[in-house]
T-cell receptor, first 116, second 113 residues
Framework: AQSVAQPEDQVNVAEGNPLTVKCTYSVSGNPYLFWYVQYPNRGLQFLLKYITGDNLVKGSYGFEAEFNKSQTSFHLKKPSALVSDSALYFCAVRDQLTGGYQKVTFGIGTKLQVIP | DTGVSQNPRHKITKRGQNVTFRCDPISEHNRLYWYRQTLGQGPEFLTYFQNEAQLEKSRLLSDRFSAERPKGSFSTLEIQRTEQGDSAMYLC???????????FGPGTRLTVL
């Protein structure tokens, strides 16, 4: 079974400060990992993914995420937060050993509030 | 707009009625997914199509739920004999194999009275 945990319901950060949104996962094999963002009244938008290789993954809007296999984590980061980054962020996982199944499991989301 | 579209955006129905939602994926995408999202939760996988074949169904998808993708393009999700517990946002996403990231539509919000 695959699962993902986002331990923080909400993260508050001042504009211009670095931000981190935490995610941990559990899979039987190796993971595919994703971050999506959801703005109010809009659909989820893909930010970045980890498949294999470099543990630091760069994505859209200046976001990046660090894959840590020993800690089974995939935290989302940005060096300098913008007010426009305020949104709901979802971490998602898919076990690579799925025999072709495509089911992706999402976390419950973390609300990011960037304070001007 | 060449993104994923869903219709209707909102649906209010009475318990026991049948409802049908439509999803139009990005035109060249061969994979299509349905999810359900309730308040305070992330999207929960319901079902997945590769072209017109329905290849995966979640245990969440009871016998009252059925999905089709008859020509490998648009898809419909039907809920029969709706219950108040079916109230949720129903999301559709598409992707082009073997690319993994999914592109989501705006969702259909269902309210069952």
């Amino acid at each position: 079974a695959q699962s993902v945990a986002q331990p923080e319901d909400q993260v508050n950060v001042a504009e211009g400060n670095p931000l981190t949104v935490k995610c941990t996962y559990s899979v039987s094999g190796n993971p595919y990992l994703f971050w999506y963002v959801q703005y109010p009244n809009r659909g989820l938008q893909f930010l970045l993914k980890y498949i294999t290789g470099d543990n630091l993954v760069k994505g859209s809007y200046g976001f990046e995420a660090e894959f840590n296999k020993s800690q089974t984590s995939f935290h989302l980061k940005k060096p300098s937060a913008l007010v426009s980054d305020s949104a709901l962020y979802f971490c998602a996982v898919r076990d690579q050993l799925t025999g072709g199944y495509q089911k992706v499991t999402f976390g419950i989301g973390t609300k990011l509030q960037v304070i001007p | 707009d060449t993104g994923v579209s869903q219709n209707p955006r909102h649906k209010i129905t009475k318990r026991g009625q049948n409802v049908t939602f439509r999803c139009d994926p990005i035109s060249e995408h061969n994979r299509l997914y349905w999810y359900r999202q309730t308040l305070g939760q992330g999207p929960e996988f319901l079902t997945y199509f590769q072209n017109e074949a329905q290849l995966e169904k979640s245990r969440l998808l009871s016998d009252r739920f059925s999905a089709e993708r008859p020509k490998g393009s648009f898809s419909t999700l039907e809920i029969q004999r709706t219950e108040q517990g079916d109230s949720a946002m129903y999301l559709c996403a598409s992707s082009l194999a073997p690319v993994l990231e999914q592109f989501f539509g705006p969702g259909t919000r269902l309210t069952v009275l």
